[in-house]
């Protein structure tokens, strides 16, 4: 055996060895076993590379705490302002508004599921659901960037923004020299950006310097200047907020960039969901934002000028909901697999990747094959070739049990949208997805209320008409070659 030779089986040993190591720290972690398996059969294949592909994607740092929101949480109850009633009456109003709206929970005219909804949102998270909300639906960027932009024309206060993605694009720079105008009113501005998300646009220093020179506070989430040594770089904050004023709240699924508003040649037309809540909830967007805020800063700014009195405006009943790596629970995956299981007539679902865990697709499997008409649309063209890859993997199962899947051909829809029985519907930020269920930062707004559920269920159906159906034979009957590249990809799902 010459030297080479001798270095390659030393290359062998040492990562079989590491390896072996780390699976069994893997194991002691008593992850869902879906995942161990993912990352033992990666450490066998891929001696020495898997462990590097490990070190940036698979730790584990919701155990090992890295984000420390527990500790955060005693800080803020330390410094007693959560609980000082001069400062912040109104969220103390809000709880109460909760404790006194859990009559709902016990009405009998209210259905059952959207009650257990409700009640598991307030178990998870105690996230509060309030009735004073009004809510406007945009199905796409130029929908929303032009109400957005009226409203940050009109702050008087405050403007606070937290985006995944923040482009220096035509929007971009349209946004940016609004927000410049504003901050040389008056108006204070903070935005959250995520280091990641934003990492492949070489310009967001010099696109943020100018803002920052205007008194502009700008502050990246989770920096992740060493991200494989860190292992940040697969906790990302993909939520979208935009809180004007205190009064005026957005989340969605649309970032900062041309391509929503369809100007980008590969994608074309982008249908996205995005709403604007003027109501009580928008105090749920102002305290998530605030945490984020502080978490990035440690800067406390939770005071009663960011909730500021909200007269009667609607009766629209939501809960924003926000989960992450951070949380006790997974509440936005845990209310999709009690609402999906709860179902009796339809399970309506937008979303741009499809990765569903066990418990979601046995759910909808479950739900199809009780004779609830189960319905996705999924988007023709691929942004992340590997997640298109796997997810058609799992639309076999979907098909077999009686569901039905459509392909998005207008454009591209980046849609995340879940809509059960006329009664319960949801949007935000959230995919249905891993990643989002269990690693990103996420936020979702849970509505239940009919009118608004309506014109979601129109848009839906909208949609149908600009998409293909899967044909099940057809579908079935594809090339081994695709199917195997399904499969494979499929394997990788729990950490795509």
Known sequence: MGLSGILFLSYLIISYLAGAVVSMTILLENRDPSKTMTWLLIFLLLPGIGLIFYAIFGRNLRKRKIFRTQKLANNIREEKFFYNLEEIEELV??????????????????DNAKKRVIRLLLNTGKFPFTTNNNVDIFIDGNEKFDRLIEDIKNAKEHIHLEYFIIKDSNIGRKIQKLLIQKADEGVQIRIIYDDVGCW????????????????IQIEAFLPAKFPIIGGKINYRNHRK????????????????GDE???????????RDTHIRIEGTSVYMLQMVFLIDWYYTTKEVILTKKYFPKINKIGESIIQVVASGPDSDWESIHYAYFSA????KKSVYIETP?????????????????SGVDVRIIFPKIADHKIVNTASYSYFGDILRSGGRVFLYEKGFIHSKVVIIDDIISSTGS??????????????????????????????????MKNSK?????????????KKAKESIARLFSPIL
């Open 353 to 369: 990747y499809f990765i569903p865990d066990e418990s979601i697709l046995r759910a909808l499997k479950s739900a199809a094959l």
């Open 469 to 481: 159906e899967i044909n099940r034979d057809e579908f079935e009957s594809r090339k081994i070659i």
């Open 430 to 463: 959230a995919n249905m997805d891993l990643r989002s269920f269990m690693l990103n930062f996420e936020i979702n707004a849970f509505i239940y209320d009919k009118k608004v559920i309506e014109i979601m269920k129109k848009d839906f159906f909208e949609d």
């Open 93 to 110: 109003r809000l709880e109460q508004q909760t404790i006194d709206d859990n009559r709902l929970l016990h009405d009998n005219e209210v």
């Open 340 to 343: 999906i299981c709860q179902a």
């Open 241 to 256: 907020i935009a809180v004007i004023d205190g009064k005026i709240g957005y989340t969605g699924g649309i970032n900062i």
């Open 200 to 215: 492949r646009f070489w310009f967001k220093r010099e696109f943020f310097k100018e803002m920052k020179y205007h008194g």
């Open 260 to 270: 929503y508003l369809g100007k980008n040649k590969k994608f074309g037309y982008w």
